[in-house]
């Protein structure tokens, strides 16, 4: 599975740190045009001329100069030198080590989004159950034990031809039966409790497993009702082992008091900015379609 997903994954076509191109200096001086201004106050003006250096190389084009590589040891002609899915400047940024594979910024492999604070925004004041709004940015927990940034996944493609990937956003809890069909039904698992789920939405499974949607597990009620801990999700993730599928501990349930319908489980789909793109009546589905975000999934991405 996770050379699958290095594979996968290597393909992300996100740039990197936007706005570190390191290419056009843009002080308004003209190349070969020397600046009459004296930058530094030392009275030498001969010297602060913008003569048209060229950029500093970096072959890897991974953000970072071919120099910067050369003291951090990282490698110029890779974009990501331990083979861990993150490019050097990502790891440099966020803490991890660009040499250690076992130092990553997520040990599931989830993607990671350098330009997800230029996105809209989020907040749970202003986020409702309402069509449009994007999903409050917020890190939770995951079965691995990271703090994961849902803003990371914004805009994930496998393939340049294909849309980034859309969501559904699963409500669960870890009592709840009909829950636990689903995660095996997504699984694989064909059952007298998940092969009626697989004849309801028949393309949804293999969407899922070819990363053209996220499904994103929140467990936000632990098996008593009460608030959900790491443990939750690890047991979940011991039962229903996906590796393509993030789940994530609604600590402070606020997934659940802001999101939840009026039942377990508890779908809504986001598109690939992370604003809410669909999500199902109160009353929620039928028979033939019980839930109606899913269903969206089969017939329309
Ligand atoms: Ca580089
Ligand atoms: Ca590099
Ligand atoms: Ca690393």
Redesign the pocket.
């Given at each position: 599975m996770k050379t699958t997903r290095l594979i996968l994954l290597s393909t992300l076509l996100l740039s990197p740190l936007a706005g570190c191109d390191g290419g056009t200096d843009d002080n308004g001086v003209n190349e070969g045009e020397t600046d009459s201004g004296d930058g530094d106050g030392d009275g030498d003006t001969e010297t602060e001329t913008e003569t048209g250096e060229p950029e500093p190389l970096?072959?890897?084009?991974?953000?970072?100069?071919?120099e910067e590589?050369a003291e951090l040891g990282t490698d110029?002609k890779k974009?990501d030198t331990d083979g861990d899915n993150y490019w050097?400047p990502w790891e440099l940024a966020e803490g991890t080590d660009p040499l250690d594979y076992d130092s990553r910024i997520y040990t599931g492999f989830w993607p990671y989004n350098p330009n997800k604070d230029e996105l809209v925004q989020g907040t749970w004041a202003t986020t409702g159950k309402q069509v449009g709004k994007p999903f409050p940015r917020q890190s939770f927990l995951d079965q691995h034990g990271d703090y994961v940034d849902v803003y990371d996944f914004a805009n994930f493609t496998v393939n340049q031809a294909m849309t980034p990937a859309f969501f559904i956003f699963d409500i669960s809890a870890q009592w709840c039966g009909p829950c636990h069909n689903v995660a095996n039904w997504i699984k694989g698992v064909d059952d007298a409790n998940t092969t009626w789920i697989q004849e309801l939405y028949p393309t949804v499974r293999e969407k899922v497993h070819s990363l053209r949607i996220w499904w994103v597990t929140f467990i936000v009620q632990d098996q008593a009702g009460g608030a959900p801990t790491l443990a939750d999700a690890q047991s979940w993730f011991t039962v229903h082992k996906d590796n393509y599928i993030p789940i994530l501990v609604d600590e402070t349930q606020q997934v659940q008091d802001t999101f939840l319908g009026n039942a377990f489980p508890h779908f809504f789909l986001l598109d690939p900015t992370l604003a809410i793109e669909y999500f199902p009546p109160p009353g929620g589905g039928t028979n033939e379609d019980p839930y109606p975000a899913v269903g969206l999934v089969d017939t329309l991405l």
């Open positions: 970096d072959d890897d084009e991974d953000g970072l100069t071919n590589e110029p974009k050097d």
